[in-house]
Every structure is written in C-alpha cells, then in structure tokens.
C-alpha cells in the first residue's frame, strides 16, 4: 500500500508531543535553553549543574536511537547552578546520511523550541580546512553553506538566514575565551568523507569548516525563531589537508583529547548565556 503525505505525523506536531512529555517526565514545564552535543562535546553536561531528569532519548516520541559509535542517544534536564535556568540537552543526533529524512534530523530543534527554549547551542566534530587550525581547535561558527540539497523547510516558506549565527552569543563565548576564531561551517550529506577536491571547492568558496550536520538544525532553529551558537571542534584536518588517511577512530580520540578544555569553555558559555537570560 503507498503511503500519501496526508498519511504522515506532521513533524511540528510529533515535536509538541515530545515537549510534552519532557515537561511532564523532567516536571519542568518550559526550557531556557537546549544544547546539542556533537562529537567530543558530552563532557559540558556535566560542569553546568544538577541534572534533574535524565532518560534514554527513544522513551521521548519522535528521537531514534544513535547511530554513530561516540553519539550519546541520552535527553537530560539540568539546573544550570546560580541562574537557576533550565538546559535541555539533546545528546540525540539524527544524521541525514542515516536516510530517514529531514525531519528526524531536526526534531531535537523543534522539539526544543517547543519546549520554550529561546536560544539553541550547536556543537560538532569538524574537518578543518586551515592548517594553522590542528585538531583540538575550537571555532566559532560564524556562517554555513548547506551543500546536502536538502532543506527543513517546507512549501514558500522564506526564512531569512542573515546572522543565521547569533553575533552577541559569539561574543560572550569569547568573553570565556578570547582566544577562538571563527569559521564558514559546510554541511555535506556524507556518511563519505569528503574528497580533496571537494575539499578544495569548500575552502574556494568560503567553508574553513567541514561536516555531516549543524546546518540543516541550524536552520530549523531560526524558523523556530531561536538565536544560534555554533561551536565546531576540529577534530582532524580534511582530506588533501592532511598527508593521513581519515578515520573516525581520529575523530573520537581528537574529542577526546580536548575534553576537558571544551568541556569548560561550552559549560561556562552557556552558562553566561544563561545569566544573562535570566537576569
């Protein structure tokens, strides 16, 4: 039997019943704030405060379970101490390259727009295009191309990606640490890495950063009408950069390596954002 599009969940809809479940198993009816954590980040969850709920993310409708070794499919709620403001913290990460679709790739986002969050944090694991930028390099994301041919939105809608990247939030992350550039971030579909040729036509037009997601969610998240931080973790130079064959193992040790350093600067950035919200 062929299934219509009038025959499928409509996504918004499937994302209110997820918030509606959080607020009703964390006890907390609205959300500050939601942080996703990409590749190398997970170690911030623990820095912001008391994790007042805390669940695997497929008892929450519409979340799949992981699918990349490394990826924590785990949903908490957190106190952020002194604020009092309440993070939600997507450990959940739905890929395009997995092949079920925008929707599911975006549902953490709309999921925590509809839970109230005002702001979304962006983190990932990146190639980077710059030498002078060796893994274990945080950068701000200051820009993104979109090279999956794939898009959140839907008939003529004409969302407006001007500063699609919050500048303010860049600022008060280089208030933690003065030290951080930024950077175009540019979405390919993978699960391929990229070719140095594709490489090279990256950094031509712009991209000094190179992944497998942010983009799409970024996007979700301004339609929502929530203000961005994007956070990339270079965790591995890209091809025709580096002289070494890639592989993921790199990516999760090049993660790992940073932890602790990144782990802080995204703790006390959100953590500042969330002063400032609350005050």
Same mark, same amino acid.
């Given at each position: 039997m062929t299934t219509t599009l009038e025959h499928l969940p409509? *996504?918004?809809?499937v994302a209110r019943e997820a918030a509606d479940a959080i607020a009703e198993a964390s006890g907390a009816p609205t959300h500050d704030l939601a942080l996703v954590l990409g590749s190398g980040w997970a170690g911030a969850a623990d820095l912001l405060g008391r994790t007042?709920?805390?669940a695997d993310a497929t008892t929450i409708p519409g979340f799949r379970p992981p699918a990349v070794a490394g990826h924590a499919g785990v949903l908490r709620s957190i106190e952020v101490e002194g604020s009092g403001a309440r993070v939600l913290v997507l450990g959940a990460r739905t890929h395009l390259y997995e092949g079920a679709g925008v929707d599911p790739v975006v549902h953490g986002v709309r999921t925590a727009a509809a839970a109230g969050c005002g702001t979304m944090v962006l983190t990932?694991?990146?190639g980077g295009v710059d030498p002078a930028? *060796? *893994?274990g390099t945080p950068v701000l994301? $200051? /820009?993104?191309?979109?090279?999956?041919? @794939?898009?959140p939105? @839907?008939?003529?809608?004409f969302v407006d990606l001007t500063d699609l990247y919050t500048p303010a939030?860049?600022?008060? @992350?280089?208030?933690? /640490?003065? $030290?951080l550039g930024e950077g175009v971030y540019m979405q390919f579909r993978g699960p391929s890495y990229e070719t140095p040729a594709e490489v090279q036509m990256a950094r031509i037009i712009g991209a000094s950063l190179i992944g497998m997601s942010t983009a799409l969610e970024a996007i979700a998240a301004r339609e929502a009408g929530m203000d961005i931080l994007g956070i990339s973790l270079v965790t591995n130079l890209a091809a025709g950069i580096s002289p070494e064959p890639l592989s993921h193992e790199e990516v999760l040790q090049a993660g790992k390596d940073a932890g602790p350093r990144i782990s802080h600067l995204l703790a006390e950035t959100v953590r500042r954002i969330t002063d400032k919200e609350m005050s």
């Open positions: 409509d *996504p918004y809809q007042v709920w805390e990932n694991g990146c930028r *060796p *893994p994301i $200051s /820009d993104q191309i979109n090279h999956t041919g @794939a898009t939105l @839907a008939e003529a809608n939030l860049r600022d008060l @992350a280089r208030e933690v /640490d003065d $030290s």
